[in-house]
């Protein structure tokens, strides 16, 4: 299978399915869903963190990289997954969390324990804080402990220590995880905030270091590794970069994650609701540059920290199947690698909750004590509820059914939920599965040329491939003059087309030969 083939589907293992009951989804839950899986179309998976971990940032803090997590199950258990994710022609690539460690790793409970200690250089201590880097989870980034008198680092919370790459010894620890996996017959990794494993103290800046694309470089442009897809979590990626990050003769990733087109507000829990077009804006921006550069890149609108797209930019209620699927189709026809989030697939919602208690992210609950005594209540909620992460890590409703979950249950699970979508005639699973089926039959959306059109009231673009064309057009929320066309119309949110698109309506045509 060619890389620009995979069309990937990312599983948060503790929230997909649970099989025993306990509340927490699990690999045999997984397993249990493989023919849904595999029905939707699919033929690849990116599986979050499945390791010991005490959950403090919901598995991204791992206690053990070569092992799984109990609650999720057994290695018997990860090792069926694999071998039935095999067999259906579906690869798995895992959660590598690069960065940093939990605090009750191993590593770093020795590193702790003495000044001498050989792990000590595992991670990065200093007498005082060297400089005022705060950590993305509020307050700073240097933490004091009392054992040894000493501060270390933390980029996100204080029980995530970041690991010293500039210590041969780490990068060899962290060759020895990936190997580990490799052997076990895993196809790749997804590589969490990989930008930040090089830090520069001099420049006062934590992450892009100047050791970072010779830190990639020695973890997978060995010889035994070159199999692997690997793709960057990179926030701060430039074109310039993602291209030294991707070139093939570099031999760093296979492809790196930009987030320009879904950074459009000023934090996280900012209310105000981006615009569909500039998200267009920004993909068509970067449809181009990676198409001058010969290189692919990733398309997605959701994953594990992002709010639900559909409540994000769409309309969540009266046209939820119909924005559910225009931006699916932005995802699943555009030039690149597509990457879906469990859920988004029946065009799952964000979740509202009253209380805080109801939330689980510690991202969210360190915003909401921090401006507790500054926002009024029900303003505080609202932006909590529009940008938490849980929004994404709530359990999958496969039925309307109340049953038992680690984080409250999804608020909208009588109105979404697998069961309904599937029988429903209007079933946004349904149109994944026709938009997915497009992409693996026409050679025009895996290898084709992109070409943008139009991008006004509605955005308009080609893919075209040996002669053959499709033209894509997606309605923003307003209804708006149908432009002309020509050829066969290949696939339709709306049972009919009139004068005029409809509020997200999507049309795919297949242009006559020679056009």
């Known amino acids: 299978m060619e890389t620009e083939e995979l069309i990937f589907y990312q599983i948060y293992p503790r929230s997909f399915c649970d099989s025993n009951g306990d509340g927490i989804g699990d690999i045999r839950g997984i397993i249990s869903k493989m023919d849904y899986l595999k029905a939707l179309g ?3 998976v990116w599986l979050s963190p499945c390791f010991p971990s005490p959950n403090k940032d919901n598995g991204y803090d791992v206690s053990d990289y070569c092992a799984i ?10 090792e069926q997954m694999l071998a039935m994710f095999h067999k259906n022609g579906i690869k798995l690539i895992l959660d590598f969390v690069a960065n940093h460690t939990s605090t009750e790793h191993e590593w770093f409970q020795q590193s702790r324990s003495a000044k001498d200690n050989p792990y000590r250089n595992y991670y990065i201590w200093r007498k005082q804080p060297p400089n005022d880097w ?19 680092l933390h980029s996100f919370a204080k029980e995530q220590a970041d690991l010293n790459y500039e210590n041969p ?33 001099i420049k006062h800046k934590n992450g892009n270091g100047t050791r970072l694309h010779e830190y990639i470089r020695e973890l997978f442009g060995r010889k035994k590794t070159s199999r692997l897809f690997t793709v960057g979590e990179c926030w701060g990626s430039s074109a310039k970069n993602v291209a030294l990050f991707c070139a093939p003769e570099r031999r760093e990733l296979t492809a790196v994650f930009n987030f320009e087109h879904l950074c459009l507000q000023n934090d996280r829990f900012s209310p105000r609701k981006p615009k569909l077009r500039t998200v267009c804006q920004r993909m068509a921006k970067w449809q181009k540059l990676m198409q001058k550069n010969g290189l692919l890149p990733t398309l997605f609108l959701e994953n594990h920290d992002q709010p639900r797209s559909v409540s994000r930019f769409g309309d969540d209620k009266k046209y939820r199947y119909e924005s559910a699927t225009a931006l699916g189709a932005l995802v699943l026809l555009h030039r690149g690698i597509p990457f879906l989030y469990q859920g988004e697939e029946i065009g799952m919602t964000n979740s509202h909750h009253k209380t805080i208690e109801d939330f689980d992210d510690i991202e969210t609950r360190n915003y909401y004590f921090e401006k507790k005594d500054k926002m009024h209540q029900d303003v505080l909620l609202r932006n909590v509820n529009a940008g938490t992460r849980d929004n994404a890590r709530r359990a999958i409703a496969w039925t309307e059914e109340n049953v038992a979950t680690y984080l409250p249950a999804y608020s909208e699970k009588e109105r979404v939920n697998v069961h309904k979508d599937l029988q ?5 699973y349904g ?21 943008l059109i139009a991008l006004k009231n509605y955005y308009r673009f080609e893919r075209r491939f040996q002669g053959e064309t499709y033209q894509i057009i997606v309605c923003f929320a307003k209804p708006c003059r149908l432009p002309k066309l020509k050829g066969e119309l290949v696939l339709n949110n709306y049972k009919t087309i009139g004068s005029r698109l409809k509020p997200y309506q999507v049309l795919v045509y297949k242009k006559p030969s020679g056009e």
């Open 69 to 78: 997590s109990p609650e999720l199950g057994t290695m018997q258990d990860f």
């Open 169 to 201: 010894s780490v990068r060899k620890e962290m060759q020895n995880v990936i190997d580990f996996w490799a052997e076990k017959g895993v196809d790749g990794f997804r590589c969490d905030v990989l930008d930040m494993i090089a830090k520069d103290f």
């Open 431 to 451: 149109f994944y599965q026709k938009l997915i089926a497009l992409r693996r039959n026409a050679a025009c959306f895996t290898r084709g040329e992109y070409r």
């Open 42 to 44: 699919i033929n690849a």
């Open 424 to 428: 429903a005639e209007k079933s946004v």
């Open 134 to 152: 705060k950590s993305l989870f509020g307050g700073s980034a240097w933490e004091y402990d009392e054992t040894t008198g000493e501060y270390y």
